[in-house]
């Protein structure tokens, strides 16, 4: 018991230490605007430090020249979302219930208000598929600890296997729940799904029939 309380600390030290260490702002390029006139905007996606939890990010618009035009606030997480001549930025407070707060949205000169209940309705549907492939790899990591788990009560790994999955699944939890920008909503919904539609799924597999 001893050893695993301080495997996990060890675990858990290893991730916090960085993020407790200050760093300077930085950008993400999400790619460019092309405005009626020519002129060729540069989106990004800037980030400052968070300290001990995800940075909170915003998202700017630059021209040419290296000029800010536009840009929205900090928040824990910011989606854009492009249309037909604009492009729709999705303001989420929290990742846990990914309700975006406010749309904006930018037609190449400025941001506008562009909330609405029906698209905040939809911005949930809009951050999955923003972070669609970190939702599947944690859904395969989380089955994968899972089954070695559930081999761990059935005595089946040995002892040092059962610590691995213990501190793995510590690690687990707090990325998800604490750096990461996945919702665990989210997650045990799409997670609840799977479990649910497996079983036909692997039988159409196997028969070639629903039936």
Not at 8 to 19: R, T
Not at 113 to 120: H, L, Q
Not at 131 to 136: E, G, I, K, R
């Amino acid at each position: 018991m001893i050893r695993q309380i301080i495997f996990f600390v060890a675990c858990f030290c290893s991730i916090a230490a960085p993020q407790a260490y200050a760093h300077r702002p930085y950008e993400r390029p999400l790619g460019v605007f092309h405005r009626s006139d020519g002129e060729n905007i540069k989106i990004v996606k800037h980030f400052i430090d968070g300290i001990l939890a995800a940075d909170p990010s915003a998202i700017r618009f630059h021209l040419s020249d290296g000029t800010t035009i536009a840009a929205s606030n900090y928040h824990t997480e910011v989606i854009i979302h492009r249309t037909t001549g604009s492009v729709e930025i999705f303001e989420f407070n929290s990742s846990w219930l990914p309700l975006a707060s406010h749309i904006r949205q930018f037609d190449g000169y400025s941001l506008k208000d562009a909330t609405t209940w029906t698209k905040r309705l939809v911005s949930p549907f809009v951050h999955i598929f923003d972070h669609l492939a970190s939702y599947l790899v944690s859904l395969v990591i989380g089955t994968f600890l899972l089954i070695r788990w559930k081999a761990g009560q059935a005595s089946k790994i040995s002892g040092f296997s059962k610590l691995f999955v213990g501190g793995g699944t510590a690690l687990y939890l707090l990325f998800i729940l604490w750096i990461s920008p996945l919702s665990p909503v989210i997650l045990y919904v799409l997670a609840s799904l799977c479990i649910v539609l497996w079983p036909p799924i692997r039988k159409f597999a196997g028969t070639g029939s629903w039936n």
